[in-house]
C-alpha cells in the first residue's frame, strides 16, 4: 500500500508538472485599444468637464470609472494637421501636414509613404487595426490613403472637406467606393455616422479572438448642424429659444442649430455607451483599453453657438485659435481594473503622446523619434512618468500662430505672415483664461520662449511661414 501511495502521489507530481510549465509559460494576453476621436468637441462640451445644458452619461460614467485628464492638447486648432501629430506621434513644427490643404475633387494632401503611424505600429505587432470615420490625411489612391497607413479596414470619409455632410452621396470602403443612392440630390436618407458606427461595432464583434486596435474617428459634433429626428434630438427639440440657420458656405441650413448640436453631441455619447456595452458582452471590457478625445476646440461654424453652451468651460478661445480653447481638449482613459477608477490626473499630455505610449503597451521599439512622452505610467501605475520639456503648435491660417508651453508658461505668437508680429506670455498657474500678457513683466522669459519657439520647429516645404 506504501509503494502504492507512493507511486500515485509520484505519478500526481510528474502528471501536474507540465501543467505548472504550461500555465507559467503562458504569455500574457494583448490589450486591445480603441481610441475615440470627436471631431470639434470643446473642452467643456460635456458633462464631466462641466456642461449643464447637454447630456452625456455614457462619456460621464466612463470617467467615474476611469480616469480624467484635465490638461491634455491636441495636435493642431484644426482638423488635419491634429490627426497627423496623432497619427505620426510628431507635433505640428515637425509634422509634414501642417494645415488643411486641399486637393481636387477629393481629399487632402497626403504623408509620404514611408511616414510612421501607430496603425503601422499596431499592425506590426499583430494586431487587427481598423479606422472608422474621418480620415483627412490623403485623397484616395494616394501614398497615404488609410490602408497604406497601416490599417487592414477603413469605412468612411476620405476626405474631411465631403466630412462637413451627415448625409454624402458616398463613402469609402478600403479603396472601394460606396455609393449612398439614397442621399443623392437631397435624399438624406442614411445617417452617416450611423453607418460607421454599424461598422465600427462590427469590428469589434469581428476580432474579438484576437489583438485589435480600433480607432472611431466620428465628425460629431461638426457642422452642419443636421441629425434624424429621433428620439434623442426630441429630447432638445423644444428646449432652447432658436433661430433658424441658412449657410453662405454650403452648409445644409438649421432648423434648430441649438437643439441640433446638442443632441448631436449626446448622439455621440450614445455611440461610446454603445461600445462599452459591446466590449463587456463580448467579455472584453477588462481586456480593452478606451481612450476618448477630441481634435480640437468647439467651432462656431453651421449655425454652432459655443458661447451659449460654454463649449470651451472655463478657457478662453476656439478651433483655429492656438489661446487654450482651441488645443485644449477632453480626453478620458478606461480600462477596468488597471485605469484606476475615478481619478482625475493634471498630467500634460499631448496627441503626440499616443504614439510612444502605445509603442510602451506593446513593448515595441520605435523606429525613430518622436516630440512625445509614453504616458502608460500614469494610466496604470502612477510612477515613472516623464514629463514634457515644452509643447509647441503652429496654425497656418488667418495670418499665421505658434503657441509654445514651458511649465506654466504660454507663449502665443501671431500675424506671422503679411503683417506685424504679435507676442504674447502668460502664466496659466495663475491666468487660465489667458487675459492678462505678462511679457512686458517678465522680459527673459519672453526672450527664453521666442528662442525656444524658433528652435521647436523645421521648415516646412509645403506649409511655410515664410520670411
Same mark, same amino acid.
Given at each position: ?8 502521489? +509520484? ?11 504550461? =500555465? ?19 473642452? *467643456?462640451?460635456? /458633462? ?17 470609472? /476611469?480616469?480624467?485628464? +484635465? ?30 490643404? =486641399? ?23 499583430? !494586431? ?26 477603413f469605412f468612411g470619409y476620405n476626405c474631411q472637406r465631403q466630412a462637413h455632410s451627415f448625409y454624402p452621396d458616398h463613402l469609402w470602403h478600403n479603396k472601394e467606393r460606396v455609393d449612398l443612392k439614397e442621399n443623392e440630390n437631397n435624399g438624406r436618407r442614411i445617417y452617416s455616422q450611423d453607418l460607421i458606427h454599424e461598422h465600427g461595432i462590427q469590428f469589434i464583434k469581428d476580432n474579438k479572438d484576437k489583438p485589435f486596435f480600433a480607432m472611431l474617428t466620428y465628425t460629431l459634433p461638426h457642422a ?21 440657420? !441658412? ?13 441640433s448640436f446638442a443632441a448631436m453631441v449626446t448622439k455621440l455619447d450614445f455611440y461610446v455607451g454603445q461600445v462599452l456595452e459591446e466590449l463587456k458582452r463580448q467579455g472584453l471590457d477588462k481586456n480593452t483599453l478606451v481612450i476618448f478625445s477630441s481634435d ?15 463649449? !470651451? ?23 477596468? /481594473? ?61 495670418? *499665421? ?22 507676442? =504674447?506670455? !502668460? ?6 483664461? =489667458? ?33
Open positions: 500500500m506504501k509503494a502504492q501511495t507512493l507511486l500515485s502521489l +509520484t505519478s500526481s507530481v510528474l502528471l501536474g508538472l507540465p501543467i505548472f510549465k504550461c =500555465e507559467a509559460a503562458k504569455k500574457e494576453k494583448p490589450i486591445n485599444v480603441i481610441y475615440i476621436l470627436a471631431d470639434d468637441l470643446g473642452y *467643456g462640451d460635456i /458633462g464631466c468637464y462641466g456642461q449643464e445644458k447637454i447630456k452625456t452619461p455614457n462619456i460621464d460614467r466612463m470617467a467615474k470609472n /476611469g480616469m480624467l485628464f +484635465t490638461q491634455n492638447y491636441a495636435g493642431c486648432t484644426v482638423s488635419a494637421p491634429s490627426r497627423a501629430s496623432l497619427m505620426t506621434g510628431l507635433h505640428t513644427g515637425h509634422t509634414q501636414i501642417r494645415g488643411n490643404e =486641399e486637393i481636387d475633387p477629393e481629399g487632402q494632401q497626403p504623408m509620404t509613404a514611408d511616414t510612421y503611424t501607430i496603425g503601422k505600429l499596431m499592425h506590426a505587432t499583430g !494586431y487587427t487595426t481598423g479606422i472608422f470615420g474621418k480620415w483627412g490625411l490623403g485623397y484616395p489612391g494616394s501614398t497615404s490613403d488609410p490602408n497604406s497607413m497601416g490599417f487592414d479596414e452642419e448642424l443636421n441629425l434624424p429626428h429621433d428620439s434623442i434630438y426630441k429630447m432638445y427639440e423644444n428646449q432652447f429659444e432658436e433661430k433658424p440657420y !441658412y449657410s453662405k458656405y454650403g452648409y445644409y441650413p438649421s432648423e434648430k442649430p441649438k437643439a480640437n476646440g468647439p467651432h462656431r461654424e453651421g449655425g454652432a453657438d459655443p458661447d451659449f453652451f460654454k463649449s !470651451y468651460g472655463p478657457l478662453k478661445g476656439v478651433k483655429r485659435d492656438v489661446y487654450e480653447g482651441g488645443i485644449r481638449t477632453p480626453m478620458i482613459a478606461w480600462l477596468p /481594473g488597471k485605469v484606476q477608477a475615478g481619478t482625475k490626473t493634471n498630467q500634460i499630455t499631448a496627441f503626440w503622446d499616443i504614439l510612444p505610449t502605445l509603442s510602451e503597451l506593446t513593448k515595441t521599439k520605435l523606429p525613430l523619434k518622436t516630440d512625445g512622452i509614453s504616458i502608460l505610467p500614469t494610466l496604470f501605475s502612477g510612477k515613472g512618468q516623464k514629463q514634457h520639456k515644452y509643447l509647441y503648435w503652429e496654425f497656418h491660417e488667418e495670418g *499665421g500662430r505658434q503657441a509654445i508651453r514651458k511649465g506654466n508658461w504660454k507663449a502665443i505668437r501671431q500675424h506671422i505672415v503679411g503683417g506685424k508680429p504679435t507676442f =504674447e506670455l !502668460y502664466d496659466l498657474s495663475k491666468d487660465i483664461h =489667458e487675459d492678462n500678457d505678462v511679457s512686458a513683466q517678465f522680459p527673459q522669459v519672453a526672450k527664453e520662449m521666442k528662442n525656444l519657439m524658433d528652435k521647436a520647429r523645421t521648415e516646412s516645404p509645403i506649409f511655410k511661414f515664410g520670411k
